[in-house]
């Protein structure tokens, strides 16, 4: 039997987000939300952990204005419960801030034995989070995990590295970041759904979390997004195949994208 | 009034929409040219409880009602699974789920409930014939009384699936047309189970729903035990109105569901497509199409979406469904014809699969009812008119 606390980020879809024509800057507040992919691998790893070892999957959840249909959709693939915390003042949160809280949510939480979260987050990609919540708790934690199993008490996780699969092994408790690779997340069927609505959403106020300012003012301030701009050039070459081939080679290798 | 859905019909909407995503266009487009029953499909929406929605949970379903149907229905067709996925979604919810959990014996209940929610189950829902057109009260398909059931003779024809069905909702005549007081009685409602041999069909390929052909059906000394009228003997009418009410809404659901996928395409395809220099949806002529389209596809759905509520409560909406049957297959019909129209040339290629959608959106505006059926219907019931025939 394990416990596991599944973290879980409410992101724009950044499929759905689309550049102001004029500014390039995202423009965030017409795309639709949903839970980080990479936090959807990690609740489904803990989903087949729970399946196979018993235990309870519990999601938590910090940031600003999070919609609870997204909660809603956690459970029904399959967490047991919910803990969240929506305010204002996380709207900005960095990778700092999001662990610190995250942490005394689930300090408040009770006994649990592993912590599941994505290795970074669908829209700021900063990879922060495990790592930073793993030296809170001062406990292991494993990243870029595409493999897991539950071993002699402990964990056994297949890292993706550059160039192989590096096999490491951890006591619990600890954190595991998990990767697109590691699984594929479940749909919830129609009767999850339906179970879904019997499920507890705990809403805790930020203030209950007892943060100091400290921890709750941002290390990193974004100064700026833009998109990149793609414009075609409409170069336009005539004269002879063997000059042409010449002439198309010669710019390629000005531009970089050859190289000599 | 309130325009909220509940959270089971917004977690359905994005649920459907991701399950989707695993039956691309190419899916689609294959079983279409193949005239293929798209299995794979099936077998997924089963198991992720898709069939179920309207049956009880007791039996295996999700225990939702008409709304939450015309949702999935919408939500298949939208994402591209066209009126092939929102047919088959409509044949179990509603011939078969709504209709024999609201109407059947306990037996055909337990019987043919638990199988339509896993997928076990295909049914078609023989109503039209040839010699009978939109006249029910003419059909020549009999049913005589026989020990305990009925023998059932006569031929149907346009019968969706009929030539896969293991279940076909059989609209007979049991007691004849010239031995009752009122047209409308001696009509009834019977579950047939197709797989016997007097049940014989033929296909008839045609322009629409090319994965899921159409059939002609033949009956011949067919048994039907007693357990499987549904409703009662004879008064099948009733039965049979509040049915089609529910058919109303959903070929509207599934109508918007194409007309909107239709729109996106289209939307999509103006925003890339560069001609003099820009893209050909910063033309008015070509914006303006569109607009209008996106516009007339909202407002049926919102009469769509009354008339579920309203089936839902309990109450009457044989004109809501009738409305938005009609206004939900007018739109969606114009939506693919501005889609070919905004592809140009490429509208004409099967891969692009508009020419798909424009064909099979063509189809509710003659099946299950042609609209001038339906306009006789909102004129003589909403309006109050004489009747013309």
Redesign the interface.
């Known amino acids: 039997m394990v416990d596991i606390i599944v973290c879980l980020k409410q992101t724009a879809d950044v499929n759905q987000v689309r550049p102001h024509p004029e500014t390039l800057e995202p423009q965030l507040g017409q795309a639709p939300r949903k839970i980080s992919d990479f936090d959807l691998n990690a609740l489904e790893e803990a989903l087949r952990i729970k399946e196979k070892h018993g235990g309870r999957v519990v999601a938590v959840c910090v940031g600003h204005d999070i919609q609870q249909l997204l909660i809603r959709e956690a459970l029904a693939m399959g967490a047991d419960e919910a803990y969240v915390v929506s305010d204002p003042r996380l709207e900005k949160a960095d990778g700092l801030v999001t662990a610190e809280t995250l942490a005394a949510l689930i300090k408040k939480i009770g006994k649990w034995d592993l912590i599941l979260c994505g290795e970074a987050s669908l829209d700021e990609s900063a990879y922060q989070t495990g790592p930073r919540l793993a030296e809170i708790f001062n406990i292991p934690h494993i990243t870029y995990a595409v493999r897991a199993e539950l071993e002699d008490g402990g964990i056994k996780v297949w890292k993706a590295m550059e160039g192989g699969i590096h096999v490491v092994k951890a006591s619990l408790p600890a954190v595991l970041a998990v990767g697109l690779e590691i699984n594929t997340p479940r749909l919830p069927s129609l009767l999850m759904i339906r179970a879904a609505s019997r499920k507890p959403i705990h809403e805790v106020k930020l203030s209950e979390l007892g943060l100091s300012e400290e921890q709750l003012t941002p290390a990193v301030e974004t100064l700026q997004v833009k998109a990149l701009k793609v414009e075609r050039r409409r170069i336009t070459l005539e004269g002879e195949p063997e000059e042409l081939a010449q002439k198309l080679a010669e710019i390629l290798v000005q531009e970089g994208l050859v190289k000599k | 009034m309130n325009f909220s859905e509940d ?2 019909v ?3 909407r ?2 459907i929409a ?2 989707m995503k695993g039956f691309p266009a190419e899916y689609w487009r294959r079983h279409d040219s193949l005239r293929e029953f798209p299995r794979d499909f099936w077998d997924a929406a089963a ?4 069939l ?2 309207t049956i009880p ?1 007791e039996y295996g379903g ?3 009602g008409m709304y939450a149907a015309a949702v999935a229905m919408n939500e298949v067709a939208r994402n591209g699974g066209g009126l092939a996925a929102g047919d088959l979604l409509m044949r179990t919810l509603v011939f078969g789920g709504l209709l024999i959990n609201k109407h059947a014996s306990r037996e055909a209940k337990e019987k043919y409930l638990p199988k339509l929610a896993e997928g076990k189950i295909i049914c078609a829902f023989a109503h039209t014939e040839p010699n009978a057109g939109v006249n029910t009260f003419d059909i020549q398909t009999k049913a005589v009384k026989k020990d305990g059931g009925f023998v059932v003779n006569g031929q149907k024809i346009w019968i969706t699936l009929a030539h896969m069905a293991d279940l076909i909702i059989g609209v007979v005549r049991t007691t004849p047309k010239d031995k009752v007081q009122r047209k409308s009685h001696g009509i009834s409602l019977l579950l047939i189970d197709a797989k016997q041999p007097g049940v014989k069909t033929s296909r008839i390929p045609g322009m629409a729903l090319r994965a899921l052909p159409s059939n002609q059906v033949y009956f011949e000394d067919v048994w039907v035990p007693e357990e499987n009228v549904v409703g009662e003997v004879d008064r099948g009418w009733e039965t049979l109105t509040v049915l089609l009410n529910a058919e109303r809404i959903s070929t509207a659901s599934i109508s918007l569901g194409c007309g909107e996928y239709a729109l996106q395409r289209a939307v999509e395809y103006a925003s890339n497509r560069l001609v003099f220099g820009r893209p050909i949806g910063s033309n008015q002529a070509i914006q303006f199409p569109l607009a209008e389209a996106k516009a007339e596809l909202e407002v049926a759905k919102l009469m769509t979406l009354k008339a579920a509520w309203l089936h839902d409560q309990g109450l009457d909406c044989a004109v809501e469904a009738n409305i938005a049957a009609l206004q939900a297959a007018r739109a969606a019909f114009k939506a693919a014809d501005r889609a070919v129209q905004t592809f140009g040339g490429m509208g004409f290629a099967e891969e692009n699969d508009i020419e798909r959608v424009f064909r099979d959106v063509r189809l509710f505006r003659t099946a299950p009812v042609p609209e001038e059926m339906v306009l006789n219907f909102i004129a003589t019931r909403a309006l109050g008119l004489p009747r013309s025939f």
Do not use: K, P
């Not at chain 2, 198991?47 to 898709?50: A, E, I, K, S, V």
């Open positions: 959270e089971d917004q977690l359905l994005r649920t991701e399950f198991r992720n409880g898709l179920g929605i949970e999700a225990g939702l």
